[in-house]
Antibody, heavy 118, light 110 residues
Framework: EVQLLESGGGLVLPGGSLRLSCAASGLAFPTFGLHWVRQAPGKGLEWVSGISGSGSSTYYADSVKGRFTISRDNSRYTLYLQMNSLRAEDTAVYYC???????????WGQGSLVTVSS | QSVLTQPPSVSAAPGQKVTFSCSGS????????VAWYQQLPGTAPKLLIY???KRLSGIPDRFSGSKSGTSATLGITGLQTGDEADYYC???????????FGGGTKLTVL
């Protein structure tokens, strides 16, 4: 069974930084693309960023481009999201998810709450 | 404002059938696969349907998906109270080079 466990969320001041981690188990980690999807309180899903299995290709939503950096450590089975220059509108639960192909995401973590507020 | 358009809510009685609509454009639904997700209250999303109409392993055949042109539909038959959740459609958008979702539809089982 695939398990994804996010960590690193919390309260941060506007303009601050935070790094999320997603520890994976139960899958051939290096073969899977991985993504971050967020959900603001009471709102819908928003795709944030993705990375290929090898880490050679990365993808970002326009809303976070230049501020967020996705990376992975295939030896540690861990996905990361470095978030800089955080804004109030980045407040959300951040989920990591495995890419199933054809535009879909099949395994999701439980989420990590990031709150950007003064 | 979400790229894919979904009605905010739908309701139906137990045992009945309900459908969820998802409208997009040629850059997303029209030329790419659609997926559907169920999000029960307080939990992470769960993939139900991928590639327009394929059920993920373990998803009951009460759930079905279809696509026509730039719109997609999720159907649930034999509604149960446990089906109360938010349902999201999603797809790759070739113009935006981004994965996009609908705003979600909240299902109430009366």
């Amino acid at each position: 069974e695939v398990q994804l466990l996010e960590s690193g969320g919390g309260l941060v001041l506007p303009g601050g930084s935070l790094r999320l981690s997603c520890a994976a188990s139960g899958l051939a980690f290096p073969t899977f693309g991985l993504h971050w999807v967020r959900q603001a309180p009471g709102k819908g899903l928003e795709w944030v960023s993705g990375i290929s299995g090898s880490g050679s290709s990365t993808y970002y939503a326009d809303s976070v481009k230049g501020r967020f950096t996705i990376s992975r450590d295939n030896s540690r089975y861990t996905l990361y999201l470095q978030m800089n220059s955080l804004r109030a509108e980045d407040t959300a639960v951040y989920y990591c998810a495995t890419y199933y192909g054809s535009g879909s995401f099949n395994s999701w973590g439980q989420g990590s709450l990031v709150t950007v507020s003064s | 404002q979400s790229v894919l358009t979904q009605p905010p809510s739908v309701s139906a009685a137990p045992g009945q059938k309900v459908t969820f609509s998802c409208s997009g454009s040629s850059s997303n639904i029209g030329n790419n696969y659609v997926a559907w997700y169920q999000q029960l209250p307080g939990t992470a999303p769960k993939l139900l349907i991928y590639e327009n109409n394929k059920r993920l392993s373990g998803i009951p055949d009460r759930f079905s998906g279809s696509k026509s042109g730039t719109s997609a539909t999720l159907g649930i038959t034999g509604l149960q109270t446990g089906d109360e959740a938010d349902y999201y459609c999603g797809a790759w958008d070739s113009s935006l080079s981004a994965w996009v979702f609908g705003g979600g539809t909240k299902l109430t089982v009366l």
